[in-house]
């Protein structure tokens, strides 16, 4: 049998020219279809920004209209169902399509900068990522059309509330909409979470040691391995449910041998690092903007990164705190309360080291600096009611209680949110490259900050004296009205400032009047202060190689041997990866593969029995997702060439 | 000791509270932080521990914070671009800080660790160290009463096993023994909450959880007034007997509805705490707290009540019947009254015959073959007229098939309604329970409580025979005969709904 | 800056911090999130396993369902097709096409060996045993065996499954003549993925199989 050889290729020296298998995009490609088959991590980012923007204002529209219900007791604003399916949407949507899809626009925009990339390792394996996104948003808002509305269940689903016996609506479609939803949204985060990692381990410039990334870019890590490692367990979970509800199985059916505890540890042992996975991009944010607006390097640079990495992986070891009360036993619930504890610890030291940052340094209130002052000390109070909870006999009463409603809103809303909109007036510049007015950017922290805490402070008090929380009304007599005047009150204030915000971003965009920015308008530190703004679509003309750790800094005022140098142009050029449409067919292809297993069975109308399967269209939706993958492996990366000048940066 | 100090530091903390909001009372309906039993009294002053260890650091970390943004801040435009030394951490200070934190926490790990204990066991009674501690008797553990709590969409069941009887959504208990919760739920999770006594713990349906309270009559006695000036109680009115209606007049008397404060010292309020559906806000329930004899003297009502020595016999003419005794006998006159009412329920011969047969009460010896002549002055009945049409609308209305009454009914799908005229709330703690409010809730239960089963039904948009009840609505466009004719149908079904509110009251 | 880097710039693998090609990272990455997939769903089937099966209060013998010696030969097959697997990387590292091919046509015919053995294991369970997905107390039985077993292996067999179409996708490229040393790589990690698949199976096969008899 004669051996038949293939050509040897060293790796490295491979020229592997790819016929244009398909049309792409070219070049010079504007308008809808650039945006459309765009695979430039900054376009992205933006996208993942303005889409997240705009679902925080449909959570917020939702949490207005709690608010407003809960006005005074016994109000009928909202009935009840409307209003657990409120809160239930306000949850789903400000936990997975504002706060994580937000902290992937920084991601995706600044993180390649800060490491000197020039773009991500898999730049189209982020596109899909992008539309998996919206996707998943679509599919949860696509619940108000259908039979029985929006899920009714809370956030966390708890089984068995979940299963078709417990449906208070006919052949309720709610919690289908929100189990597929929040399955795309894990594809979507997970995507995103292998390419971070690959571009941060793989991407880094000449010079740039793991010890030399910026914190954020640190952060960034340690969120995608919390993203890879927590979200599984949800999938799996999500996917027994969806088993569950469509053929019938008995994972959480306790009349059958189920377990409702089982999803509740499951959806924990995601749900808790998931916290950190919403509160560590902004910690890296504010780790950013602190040293900048003190003139100082960070304080304690290993402490802080080795604790972001401490709380990543203790936050997979505390998840049964949220089940102090459904009875694990003495040694289970004491075990889990001294674990909570030890991880304030590292929470603590970044506290503690951000002040450390302030020290001596020479401060400027401008907005980012507030918002992150804004962090540090909301998150604080979050914190610390977070500390009261790990106590078991204190979590018996506070627990589903207001208190709790306070606690984790001080740290998502004073923690999360705060952070990332330091980050906005902190980085929107350099996405722009126009200055945003600073005398709103104040306004806009005035009313949110006082907005915030007039919203949820109250609410430490209404949980002590009894107002349990998913109630979606009060009885006379209990004291709590008002208290949640109040809170209503605070509530719109700070929905205004948020509004004011965002309206602030994306005109930022638009507004020509605005002052130019400047490569660095804050003197900050970091390698993407080098590159002009906006960036340019090749961030880096010629690949910087890194000297020290606040690249930026050293560059302006570091002795000599610490300024950064550069490649020499190449003769080449620099080489774009071509545009492609296949991330968008991919997507289409889910979901349509989704939404047809949505509606793919027929049910009786009277009894929900399932008369008749056809899987006709979610068949349809995985052959255009096979064909989107076969093309995109085929087409390759593509590519063509730019030959920027020296100082083009 | 510890609790002294922390009382006055729970003085501080309300005063804070005054300071933060112009609210000077804490003892609301379901407040934590009016502690009335040793559990909830351990939480309180973990609680109050923890709060103290937060203002001191955050009093201490913001202090630095503030000195820092104030010290170190730029006043002026040369500063902004002055180059501060490039320090990069110290690492003593930080070794420092964590050692300090870790400190702190194993301060607030220890009463933790106690804390869970105390909430998960109830002491040994030979324990006599933990007894002294908890100042508790011996006989007070020894003598705990077992309650069996089933969470159901949306109302409680409290089923006492030592005593053989259920009740539901109103939780009695003798206010110096130790309660043993059970929970458990037969549909989704629900929680068990009552804030004064003991915080909370899931009820979860295929598997059982325990906690377990005990109210401290001292505290229970000792009471603030309208003004916040404090007060000593006694027992009689803190605590009125359930058994002989004296607790529901007490509250109905001393409180309008919507009083913020509760002034009968022995009533908790309590809440399901876990998302359940529809009406989770409307799950609450109530704690009465009552002095042994008084509970002793509920639990034989309850128990006469639910296993009843009163038999009643069938009329036999041949037989004779001794003064007092209870025969049924068919009342003529009953049957027209029912036939009247026949517009609101379709009416099933054998109903009637069955339903409209009464009790009677002989009040002289009967001699053997005289037919019963109720006329005449031996014979009493024992039921008003409403009463017993009330009874018959009861079964009538399939009303049976879900509540039962004067029956354990372990595991039915309604509350149990025994005794239900002793009881102080309606609808799972919502409402008063009143003549008013029970009319209201049974003709309209879906306007009060959106969504409730009883209105719905075990399957949703099930024709539920309770929806016969509601008044059609008089609309403009109607004629006048028409508005009329509804106008006759709705006095006729309210004279109904009066008729059953009669008989449920009358459970007593 | 050196002349391989120049090069590699513009090409197809640009040179990368770790000296380790980008899609290998990406394929590990990708492996540990699946082992906290198989992870949770392997503890799912082991906190059921002893309220699986039941019927009525008497507990039923899953062994008497299971035909252990079939299952003993489909593991055997998966494991000698993670040797091709092995031998067909080795080969394209070595420029040998015709072997790379034969080495691929054979980790391909053992993937379907394998999975044809789990296709006719859940309908011999289904139609012969009655031992249904959904098996619920209408059967008299609290039986969530069913739903573990299937859900557990059935993501297995979809793994496999994918892995069979993944080398399939080779072997046709391998037929256009474009194929070249510079692939290995991406053999490489189809590899990687394969012989994970199967290690996964190597711990399903004792805890949902052998443990039965054990304990």
Redesign the interface.
Known sequence: ?????????A??????LQNQVFPRPGQHTTGIIDWLTTIDHKKIGFMYGLTALFFLLVGGLEALLIRSQLWNHNLDILNNREYNQMFTMHGTTMVFLVIMPLSAAFFNFVMPLQIGARDV??PRMNTLSLWCFIAGGITLNLSWFFTGGSPAIGWFGYAPLTDNRFAEVMNDMGPDFWVFSLQILGVAS?LA???F??TI????APG?TMMRLPVFTWMTLVVSFLI??????I???L??LM??RT?????Y?F?????PH?WQH?FW?FGHPEVYILILPAMGIVSEVIPAFSRKPLFGYGLIVFSGVIIGFMGFAVWSHHMFTTGMGIVATSAFAILTMLIAIPTGVKIFNWIGTMWGGRIRFETPMLFALGFITMFMIGGFTGIMHSSVPIDAQHQDSYFVVAHFHYVLIGGALFGLFSGFYFWLPKMTGRLMNEKIGKVVFTLMFIGFNVTFFPMHYLGMIGQPRRTHTYNLGHGFEAWNQIATVGAFVLGIGIAIGVYQFVSSFFDKKLKPAGKNPWDARTLEWTLSSPVKEYNFAR?PIIKSRDQAWENNYGPKEKHSEK??L??????MPDRSWCPLVTGAGLLTLILGMLFHATKDLETGVVLERDYMIPIIGGIVFIIGI?MW?ME??GGY?LFPKEDEE | MIHKILSRQSLLFSLAIILSGGCSRIDHKQSALDPKGIVAQNQYDIFMLSVWITIFLFCAVGGCLLYVLWKYRVKNEEEAMEVPPQTHGNSKVETLLILASTVILVILAIPTLQGVVLMNRVPDPNDEATLKKLNLDREQIEGAITVNVTGKRFFWIFEYPQFGIVTANELVFPVTKAIRINLKSEDVIHSFWIPKLAGKMDAMPGHENFMWFIADQEKILSRTDRHGKPFKENVATAMPSVFNGKMREAVFAKQDFNATFEPVGGLFYGQCAEYCGNSHAYMSFRGLAQTDADFAKWVERMQNAQNPNLKTLQWDSTKEYEKGSVVIAKDESLVDEYEKGSAVIDKEESLVDENSTREFRALSKVSKGDEPNFSSGSWKKLNSNDYEIGKALFLGSQCGECHALNRTGIGSKGPNLTLFGLRTSLAAGWMRNDRTNLVEWLQDSNKVKFGNLMWNGERVDDKHPLRSFKPLPILEEDGDQLKEEKKELNKEKSIRVNQLVTYLLDQR | ?SD?A?????????????G???KK??MW??L???C??F???IS?HL??RK??A?VGSTTVDIRNIFDIELTSFSTFILLASSLFMALAVSA?HK?????TRWMLLGTIIFGSIFLACQVYEFTHFVTHEGHE?????YQGQ???F???F??LTGTHGTHVAIGVFWLL?WLVYSFTGK????D??DIECCGLYWHFVDIVWIIIFPVVYLMEYAF
């Open positions: 049998m004669a051996t038949e050889s293939v050509k040897y290729v790796p490295e020296t491979e020229t592997k390792a898999f997970l979470s292998f390419n990692i690959t381990i793989n991407m880094r740039m890879i490692l927590a979200f599984p367990a999938t799996i979970a996917a027994e088993f569950d053929y019938g199985t008995n994972f059916d009349q059958e041998g189920g377990k089982l499951l042992i690949m490649e020499p190449d003769d080449h050029g620099v080489h076969i492996a390759g990366p060439h | 800056m391989a120049t090069h590699a710039l513009e090409h197809h693998e640009p040179v990368t911090s770790t380790i090609p980008s990272i990406l990455a990708f540990g999130s699946d906290m997939f992870g949770t769903l799912t906190i059921y309220i699986s039941t394209i420029g040998n096409l015709t072997s997905l959904t098996l619920s107390h609290d039986h969530v069913g739903s573990t299937y859900v996708g194929m070249s040393t510079a290995a790589m």
